[in-house]
């Protein structure tokens, strides 16, 4: 489940957030919020943990750690309204089809 969990959040691009029960959906265990959070807790490293937000877009970790979350998402051009990402603008749809490149012969 918890690998589950991580592939879905490595598939959010530079740019877009996702919230912890929109990446459980995704992946295949809805209400399973928490468990996004553990995953990301137990992850070794190389996941963009920084995009993955509260509902409502709010940054949930506290002091300096969401202050650096805070950082990194608007170094990637993440706009906020006040404390809360704007999903609106931000959020990222693990149901659209992305098209790949075409592949060069």
């Not at 877009?16 to 995704?26: K, L």
């Amino acid at each position: 489940m918890l690998e589950q969990l991580r592939r879905a959040i490595s598939k959010i691009p530079k740019g877009r957030v996702s919230t912890y029960g929109d990446v459980a959906r995704a992946a295949g265990y809805p209400g399973a919020a928490r468990q996004v959070a553990w995953a990301l807790h137990n992850a070794k490293g190389g996941i963009p943990w920084h995009r993955v937000l509260g509902a409502g877009g709010n940054i949930r970790l506290p002091g300096e750690a969401g202050l650096e979350q805070r950082m990194r998402l608007q170094s990637e051009g993440v706009t906020f309204r006040g404390s809360r990402v704007d999903l609106a603008r931000h959020a990222f749809d693990f149901a659209v089809k992305r098209k790949r490149p075409p592949t060069p012969l």
